[in-house]
């Protein structure tokens, strides 16, 4: 078997000795210009004037272009089209990009760039910065959406007030930058006849082809976007990758030079959008055992300027509000807030993460007030398997495994004599406090726009018996083109090391979607399956009819072909198959069946299947400085019959470790006047470092097939383990709750910074 086992990433060794070629490493083609762009310096405003003259007189400047230079539309939306390359005259945030410069190097590009400030008149309105602030002003980007299920006359007012317990509140968690370690880039070469190449470090190639070629105003087939792997997207490269394909293929287009745009790291930060903060209202009624009975929710996030992702991301917030229990009376309000910042995007867990943790929020504090053990809450509202399994949005539940992940890992982990352990450390311990907690999670599979379940493949098998894959996925570090070559070299029955994966290619596989929503290997893996069975088929039937057997009878393994009792080499198979003038290339395509979704009532069964895990946190808290240090995290994935376990495990602690990063140290933070994001490098926004990861960290995989027929019934495993740090910020308020006895809930809002744990703690004791 080539699928079910652990092997290095393909490009691994690329990756370690520095060879592997991203965007920058491309060779220049001689006359190669390069691009930056002049940022608003004003977060709100009318353009009056722009003294260009003054940028163009710059050293090496070729020129400098507006949108009025922009041949077709000066857009570069993605879903909804309200997003404008350059600035159209109406100013939207601190950072917006005004008008790009084309220069013979990048520091002289950069050097006339950084003259915005001083050219550009703008008469300046206040912004708006805050989700409440546009909540209040009902300023949106997509209209409010509402996920509504009554199982109780009247609604989940009318079960709320019923119910035997009422919990009222508010709750912030912040934004997050996706930090690719390679920042955009886009490298644009002109071709003849209209042609217009460009490489681009982007997780969705054919919507940067039809950007760049409605911003050129040609067609989609003038247009090639090409891009063998990223240095990182995270969702940060999934639309916003789009601005900087269009500005680089506007000025290469008027001045028929070949252009790059690199971003600087400042600049990737002021310009891009990120994570969704959110900022919820919540309404509970719960019972004695701490069952959620009725929950009215409104969730507000910071968009941004423009629509962009966030009317999909909100979707998949309010639809992972349940994450693993059951709530028979919900009203959930999603209102994405339109401000004058950086136009939120894409972001590992898509609204997913921002969705659960609202409910694990409330659950904790549910606990607190019942003074019973949070797992034990947990556990009364999980859902159940053959009843209490239908989701708010109307889809059943059917692989329902929370309860066995749960177990295992509490078993595993040693849960109920570490919480023992915990308390009586803490009797002890005026100043030092530990916390504990376990955070299970389920998280649905499929883009909530069904159309874009779908994807194609072409496998190549050259007559020397290598095989060349293209197919419609980007690799971003994740793993997916090692895993679409062992689906390939299983499904041939060869070795790995016969398989080659290229660059991902609008030329090569049409129409794709956007490597997005975990769906890469489930996607790529099953067309990419596809393509390879069917020249598997034609060489069963060419070589059957020459060594007699069927066809059906044909065996592929081990770079051989066993027919009617004979061994062949598959090399030699492929070479007959080849004088037999069999094609031996095919195409392949899948799309995810099964798959309905009602936008406007928000019902349907909008995902194909449910991936699973726990986490168990400790942490040890200073109550006098608000330090913190994680001292041992216990994880249990679910990656269903894992493709490959190894690329799973690195993608589990990868995500735990960045998601912990969200919920602790990585604060945004916009001047409350300007509007300027002041966080805006390494110095000043904190990313967890080697250091962060914990002395022990235990990461298993939990052992069970997919139960629906998914690529080899594996699960996708990119974006849920996300929400496994949500032990580390639940560990953290239960070491913040013992400083009062757990007789106080503690107000501790996300990231909990040292500053944000110390507020906590002084909210705490002045209660206590
Ligand atoms: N892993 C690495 N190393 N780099 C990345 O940029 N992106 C994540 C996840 N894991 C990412 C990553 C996100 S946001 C998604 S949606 C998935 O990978 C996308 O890839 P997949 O669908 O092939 O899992
Ligand atoms: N839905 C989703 C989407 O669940 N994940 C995504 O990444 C996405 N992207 C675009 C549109 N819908
Ligand atoms: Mo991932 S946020 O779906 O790119």
Excluded at 554 to 562: C, I, L, S, T
Aim: aromatic letters at 8%.
């Amino acid at each position: 078997a080539r699928v079910g086992i652990s092997r290095p990433h393909e490009s691994a060794h690329l990756h370690v000795a520095g060879e592997a070629t991203y965007i920058d490493d491309i060779p220049e083609l001689q006359g190669t210009l390069h691009c930056a762009l002049g940022l608003s310096p004003v977060a709100k405003g009318t353009l009056k004037s722009a003294d260009l003259d003054k940028v163009k007189a710059m050293p090496g400047v070729v020129a400098v272009l507006t949108a009025a230079d922009i041949p077709g539309s000066n857009d570069c939306g993605s879903i909804v089209h309200d997003d404008p390359i350059l600035c159209d005259g109406e100013i939207r945030y601190l950072g917006q990009p005004v008008f790009a410069v084309i220069a013979e190097s990048r520091d002289q590009a950069r050097r006339a760039a950084a003259l915005a400030r001083q050219v550009l008149q703008i008469d300046a309105l206040p912004p708006v910065l805050t989700p409440q602030q546009a909540h209040a002003q009902q300023q949106y980007v997509v209209p409010p959406m509402h996920l509504v299920r009554s199982s109780t006359e009247g609604g989940a007012q009318a079960a709320i007030a019923k119910a035997p317990h009422r919990l009222q509140g508010t709750f912030d968690v912040g934004g997050q930058e996706q930090f690719y370690l390679e920042g955009q880039i886009s490298y644009a070469v002109p071709k003849e006849n209209d042609g217009m190449h460009v490489h681009c470090s982007t997780q969705h190639p054919t919507e940067m082809q039809h950007l760049v070629a409605h911003a050129l105003k040609l067609h989609a087939h003038h247009v090639q976007v090409e891009c063998r792997r990223m240095g990182g997207g995270f969702g940060g490269k999934e639309s916003q990758s789009g601005l900087f394909a269009c500005v680089a293929a506007v000025a290469a287009k008027k001045l028929n030079r070949p252009v790059k745009l690199r971003l600087d790291r400042d600049d990737d930060f002021m310009i891009t959008g990120r994570r969704h903060c959110f900022w919820y209202e919540y309404d509970i009624g719960y019972d004695d055992e701490g069952r959620i009975l009725g929950a009215e929710v409104n969730m507000v996030s910071r968009a941004g300027h423009s629509a962009d992702l966030s009317g999909p991301v909100m979707t998949r917030a309010l639809c992972h509000f349940d994450n693993a229990y059951w709530l028979p009376d919900v009203a959930l309000h999603g209102f994405s807030g339109k401000t004058n910042t950086q136009s939120n995007t894409a972001f590992r867990g898509f609204g997913g993460p921002q969705g659960a943790i609202a409910i694990e929020n409330i659950l904790d504090a549910v606990a607190r007030r019942l003074g019973r053990d949070p797992l034990a809450v947990r556990r009364a509202n999980f859902y159940g398997t053959t009843e209490r399994n239908v989701t708010p949005y109307e889809q059943t539940v059917t692989d329902n495994i929370v309860h066995e992940v749960v177990d295992q890992l509490v078993a595993s982990s040693d849960y109920t004599a570490r919480r023992e352990a915990v308390a009586q450390f803490n009797a002890g311990s005026p100043v030092l406090k530990r916390g504990l907690a376990l955070v299970p999670l389920k998280f649905g599979i499929s883009f909530n726009v069904k159309h874009f379940n779908q994807a194609g493949a072409l496998v190549h098998v050259y007559n020397d018996g290598s095989i060349l894959v293209n197919h419609g996925g980007t690799e971003m570090g994740q793993g997916l083109n090692t895993k679409v070559a062992q689906v390939v070299a299983h499904e041939l029955g060869v070795s790995f090391e016969r398989v080659r994966v290229t660059a991902t290619d609008t030329q090569k596989v049409a129409n794709t979607s956007a490597t997005a929503a975990s769906t890469g290997a489930d996607l790529n893996g099953k067309a990419a399956q596809d393509a390879a069975r069917q020249i598997r088929e034609r060489l069963a039937a060419c070589i059957a009819a020459h060594h007699g057997g069927t066809a059906e009878e044909v065996v592929f393994a081990n770079d051989e072909v066993q027919v009617a009792g004979r061994t062949l080499r598959f090399d030699a198979v492929v070479a007959q198959a080849y004088l037999d003038r069999v094609q031996l290339w095919s195409d392949g395509f899948y799309a995810t069946p099964g798959l309905s979704w009602d936008r406007d009532k928000m019902k349907g069964r909008p995902f194909y299947y449910f991936a699973y895990g726990a986490a168990v946190s400790e942490v040890l808290v200073d109550t006098l400085t608000g330090e913190w240090k994680l001292l041992r995290a216990d994880v249990l994935h679910d990656a269903g019959r894992s493709l490959n376990p190894a690329l799973d495990i690195g993608q589990v602690e990868g995500a735990f470790i960045q998601g912990m990063g969200w919920l602790t140290t990585e604060e945004l933070v916009w001047h409350p006047q300007t509007g300027k994001l002041m966080t805006h490098a390494p110095s000043t926004y904190k990313i967890p470092t080697a250091n962060d990861c914990p002395p022990v960290f235990n990461v298993r995989l939990f052992d069970g097939p997919n139960r629906e027929d998914s690529i080899h019934r594996s699960k996708a495993v990119g974006e849920p383990p996300l929400l496994l740090p949500f032990s580390v910020f639940f560990a953290i308020r239960d070491a913040i709750s013992a400083v009062g006895g757990h007789r106080v809930d503690p107000p501790l809002r996300a990231p909990a910074t040292s500053e944000a744990i110390l507020s906590a703690i002084t909210a705490v004791k002045a209660a206590a």
